[in-house]
C-alpha cells in the first residue's frame, strides 16, 4: 500500500527535532555516566545504586529489587558483558522471585545497554509498538511478541531499523531516547495522516497507557 505520508518521512522530521535539542535526559544521562565510571558488577552495594539508577517501575512495583541485586551478582556478570552476550539479558531478566519464575526483559535489556549503550538495544512497550508499526507500514511484515522477546531477535529487528535510516547516532540507549521523546508521536501522526484510525485501533488505545 502507498502511503501519502510515508513513515520514515515523519521519523526524519522528529529525528530533526530531535538533534537540535540541547540538554536533554540530565537524570538519564547521570545514570548513564554513573554506569561507565562503575562498570564492575560483583559488590552488592555498587550493584545495588546502579538498580536503583535505573528507576525500573516493575521492580519497584514488586518490590524486588534487591533480589535483582543479588540475582545479578550471582551471575558473575561482567565477562560476558564485553562480549555481547545476548543469552545474559535473557539470564537476568529471568529470575526466581517469591517462589516463582518472573521475567524482568525491559530491565535485563537497560541494565545491559548502561554498561554498553554502543552494543545492548533497549525494549520496553513503547518501542515494541514502534517497530510492529514501522515494519507492517514499510515492507509488510508482522513482527510477533516472541521475536521481541527473544533477545537475539530483537537485537537483529533494531539494528535493521538504525541502518535502515542511517541516523547519526552514537549508540542504542540514544535511539531508546529518541524513540521514548518522539515515538509516541511519529505512530499517531503517521495513522491520523494516512487515514489509518479504524484499523490502528488498538494501537492507538495501547498508546494512551503510554
Request: aromatic share 16%; hydrophobic share 40%.
Amino acid at each position: 500500500m502507498h502511503y501519502s505520508n510515508p513513515i520514515s518521512e515523519i521519523i526524519e522530521e522528529y529525528f530533526d527535532i530531535f538533534r537540535g535539542q540541547g540538554g536533554y535526559f540530565v537524570e538519564d544521562n547521570r545514570a548513564l555516566n554513573y554506569f561507565q565510571i562503575n562498570p564492575m558488577n560483583h559488590d552488592l552495594q555498587d550493584v545495588l545504586l546502579k538498580v536503583r539508577e535505573i528507576r525500573d517501575v516493575e521492580l519497584i512495583s514488586n518490590e524486588a529489587e534487591d533480589a535483582m541485586v543479588e540475582h545479578i551478582v550471582n551471575l558473575n556478570i561482567d565477562g560476558d558483558l564485553e562480549l555481547t552476550d545476548n543469552k545474559l539479558v535473557m539470564d537476568i531478566a529471568r529470575m526466581d522471585f517469591r517462589g516463582e519464575t518472573r521475567f524482568f526483559y525491559s530491565f535485563a535489556t537497560r541494565y545491559c545497554c548502561y554498561h554498553h549503550p554502543e552494543l545492548y538495544p533497549i525494549y520496553d512497550f513503547l518501542i515494541e509498538q514502534f517497530l510492529k508499526l514501522y515494519y507492517k507500514r514499510t515492507n509488510g511484515v508482522v513482527i510477533e511478541d516472541h521475536q521481541l522477546f527473544h533477545y537475539t531477535s530483537f537485537r537483529h529487528l533494531m539494528r535493521e531499523y538504525l541502518d535502515a535510516f542511517h541516523l547519526p547516532l552514537n549508540s542504542y540507549w540514544e535511539l531508546d531516547k529518541f524513540i521514548w521523546a518522539y515515538g509516541k508521536h511519529i505512530i499517531e501522526e503517521f495513522i491520523e495522516k494516512n487515514g489509518l484510525e479504524q484499523e490502528e485501533l488498538p494501537l492507538l488505545t495501547a498508546l494512551k497507557n503510554v
